[in-house]
């Protein structure tokens, strides 16, 4: 057990967020924490990272134990460079390299006691360096730059010139290098591209330390984690199994509970009926029956209503007209800046009542297309026609059709003065603006706010194609599942971009992949897309390996004769490796035996003896030390081809 929560109780002006939680951590154990907004996630990390105290409860946190804790807020050095601060996540690694280069040189010019001392500090430098993979750092700090998509024109850039999500992506890729026993991560999948997301699936999945996660990505949840801790009205509860799981347990305890709820105050409202009925006899056996039953009320333990879900509420779109059959129809459409083509050649075809998901890696112009259909921007070349009584409504996470000096009631309520105020409330709540928030300024909102209000100024509108980008950011998962539920429903079209890959995949109905400067269909949702790519793939690598089949067919003797001096050269470098990996072995072997010597009572006292066999020492470190340069020649070499 690497993490132990037990009843965990914290209060804000007398509001209580959390109440009594518990829960444990296993070492290697990956975990969510997930709850609408406002149930007391953030408070609940902060209580466990000693940045808040709880009022009462513990956390306990194996001894010599580890943690490093993503926020959405990271503070990472600002004057660094991309790549000095992957550096700073390894100082540790990389001082001992430096200490065990010093000592190598030190250890030279010393015999006797000095020598002895030395070297005890060389065995502990080089202990602790094997212990944290030392000889790996540098692949380690390469292996995470890239899988987050930082190429390497970037490494030498300034932290403090970076957007507020490159910097967030720098301070992730810090703390995964760090390695710490557990890894705390608050949302960690915003700013990431599908890739990205993907990548560190895998590298959470495969890693060897506790997480514990708190992310609105399901797909991203359930790739990861085996286990979630769900927060309601202050209440833990855990569930096994990923977020798929834990949704379905989650749905029916929640049945359960109302059914035995209903059930309760049933039963209550009968007793106090009976007990009216009894007292209005007015006798006193009656009486007394009556004062029986109110102490048996008396000692019920009532049950707790249910908190109300979201997922009640409904969205219901409807177009004031309907389209004409075919919605848009782009041809040879190319957008360039500069001399940055984004894409070329570009054909799109959408019918009407289709829900088309745009995928791809961030910058590669997925926003850039959807602001050429809404003539925000004009393509370099190519034509984009729109269908007959097509009325589009746009969103993008910029908000830009939001009026400052209005509250977000006002701003629902002007757009639509039929609706009344019952209607507008709902249709805000499912997009987190619940009781006074309804009352705030558009000019007091920050960014995610504005694009919630927003997202549901144009869900209430009678738009016939639907252009979105991003829809679910800042979202929670029950107004996710809520916008998934009223985009299924739809009689319109839908054209959006979307990294929310459990999104995609539970409302495209066909996505387009941009990438390499051009779109790729295919014919399905986000499931069908990632087995047909591992189809293509698949296939690509059988006609390969087919053509390359033919080729060597036809080859020439004297391209035949290459291959075989080729396959002589490799060999001769595998046996290279061996060999040397055999000497140092041996010379290992021998270091050991010698130390061991040096160790014996009778040669501590012979400093002739010690001398001998510390100049004996010193010369198998010299050849060991040139060892490891051939063996690191040939391995790269081995690795090239």
């Not at 503070?75 to 000592?103: F, H, P, Q, S």
């Not at 993008?396 to 009344?420: G, R, V």
Request: charged content about 30%; proline content about 1%.
């Amino acid at each position: 057990m690497i993490l132990d929560c037990q009843n965990i109780t914290k209060s804000f002006a007398d509001v209580t967020i959390l109440n009594k939680v518990s829960f444990i951590i296993e070492e290697r154990e990956k975990v969510a924490l997930v709850g609408i907004n406002g149930s007391g996630k953030s408070t609940l990390i902060k209580c466990i990272v000693g940045e808040y105290e709880s009022d009462s409860g513990s956390v306990h946190i194996m001894n010599g134990a580890t943690i490093g804790y993503l926020s959405q807020h990271p503070d990472t050095n600002l004057n660094l460079t991309i790549y000095e601060a992957m550096e700073d996540a390894k100082k540790e690694v990389i001082e001992l390299e430096a200490k065990i280069r010093e000592t190598e040189i030190k250890m030279k010019s010393l015999s006797g006691d000095e020598l002895e001392s030395l070297m005890n500090s060389y065995t502990n430098y080089t202990t602790r360096f094997e212990q944290l993979n030392g000889y790996q750092y540098k692949s380690d700090i390469i292996g995470v730059l890239k899988g987050l998509k930082f190429t390497e024109e970037d490494y030498d850039k300034p932290i403090n010139v970076l957007s507020g999500g490159y910097k967030t992506r720098v301070e992730l890729a810090r703390l995964l290098l760090m390695s710490p026993d557990l890894i705390i991560l608050d949302e960690p999948t915003n700013h990431l591209d599908i890739e990205s997301i993907a990548w560190l699936e895998q590298f959470l999945s495969s890693y060897n330390g506790a997480v514990l996660i708190v992310s609105h990505d399901r797909y991203f949840l359930d790739k990861v984690v085996t286990k979630v801790v769900d927060l309601d009205n202050g209440v833990s509860t855990t569930f096994s199994g990923g977020y798929t799981d834990y949704a379905h347990k989650k749905a029916e305890l929640r049945k359960a509970r109302l059914n035995a709820y209903e059930k309760q105050q049933a039963e209550i409202k009968h007793q106090e009926e009976v007990i009216d009925k009894l007292r209005q006899f007015n006798r006193e056996k009656s009486i007394k029956r009556a004062e029986s039953r109110v102490k048996m009320l008396d000692k019920m333990e009532v049950i707790d209503k249910p908190t109300e879900v979201k997922s009640k509420m409904t969205l219901k779109l409807e177009p004031s007209i309907a389209s004409g059959n075919d919605v848009i129809d782009i041809t040879d459409l190319s957008m360039a800046f500069s001399n940055d083509v984004l894409f070329e050649s570009t054909d799109i075809f959408i019918k009407r009542g289709e829900k088309v998901a745009i995928i791809g890696r961030n910058g590669t112009g997925k926003t850039t297309l959807l602001k050429i259909i809404t003539k925000q921007l004009h393509q370099t070349s190519g034509k984009v026609r729109l269908g007959t009584k097509v009325k589009i409504g746009y969103y993008d996470q910029a908000s830009a059709n939001l009026t400052d000096t209005n509250t977000i009631f006002e701003e629902i309520s002007d757009a639509y003065p039929d609706l009344n105020n019952t209607k507008i409330r709902n249709v805000l709540a499912a997009f987190l603006f619940t009781g006074e928030d309804v009352f705030k300024k558009i000019s007091s909102l920050s960014g995610g706010e504005r694009g919630r209000v927003s997202l549901a100024k144009l869900m209430l509108g009678s738009y016939n194609f639907l252009i979105l980008d991003e829809p679910t950011n800042h979202l929670d998962i029950e107004s996710k599942e809520i916008l998934e539920d009223a985009l299924l429903n739809y009689e319109g079209t839908v054209l959006y971009v979307s990294h929310d890959r459990y999104f995609v995949n539970r409302t495209a109905s066909r996505i387009l992949e941009l990438e390499d400067k051009h779109f790729t269909e295919y014919k399905g949702n986000y499931d069908y897309y990632i087995d047909k790519k591992k189809e293509l793939s698949l296939a690509n690598e059988t006609a390969n390996s087919s053509s390359a089949a033919v080729k060597e067919t036809t080859k020439s003797k004297d391209d035949w004769k290459s291959m075989k001096e080729e396959q002589a050269r490799l060999r001769k470098i595998k046996n290279d490796l061996k060999k040397t990996e055999e000497k140092i072995a041996e010379l290992e072997a021998l270091i050991e035996s010698i130390d061991e010597e040096i160790a014996l009572p009778e040669n501590m006292s012979d400093h002739t003896k010690l001398n001998e066999l510390s100049i004996k020492r010193q010369e198998a470190l010299d050849n060991l030390s040139m060892l490891y340069e051939t063996w690191e020649e040939l391995a790269e070499e081995n690795i090239e081809e």
